[in-house]
Every structure is written in C-alpha cells, then in structure tokens.
C-alpha cells in the first residue's frame, strides 16, 4: 500500500498532526525553503518605503492592543 493510502486511513486530527510534524521538520532547515523572486521585490519595496518615511508607521504595541481589543 502506498504511503498516502496509509496516511488517508487517518482521522483527520492525525493527518493534520502528521503534517505539521513534517512542516516542522522542513521549516528547521529554512536554508532549504526557497524565497520566490515575489517576496523578495514585495520586502525590499517595503524596506524602501520604510526607509523614505520613518515615521510613517505605528507603533507595534499600538496596533497589538488595537487587534486583541478587536477580537
């Protein structure tokens, strides 16, 4: 039997354990985990924007509060 044959005899709770299990296991090695070209041009826009405009931002505890209080 294959492996996914065995995997989707699983109740669903396990499945979804097993696959965080091998997430886990790859996000150690993030070296491996490729950045698509995307995410890189959306970072170094934002650094850019950031950089142009310092004070253009929030605080973190400001909208950290803001977010709790809105769930």
Not at 11 to 21: L, N, T, Y
Not at 52 to 65: F, I, L, N, T
Request: charged share 30%; net charge negative; aromatic share 8%.
């Amino acid at each position: 039997m294959s492996l996914l044959a065995e995997f989707e005899k699983l109740p669903i709770e396990e499945q979804i354990r097993v696959v965080q299990a091998f997430w886990d296991h790859i996000a150690e090695s993030p070296k491996y985990i490729p950045i698509p070209k995307w995410h890189k041009t959306v970072l170094e826009r934002r650094q850019k924007e950031g950089s142009e405009a310092p004070d253009s931002g929030q605080d973190w505890a400001v909208v950290k509060k803001r977010l709790l209080e809105a769930l």
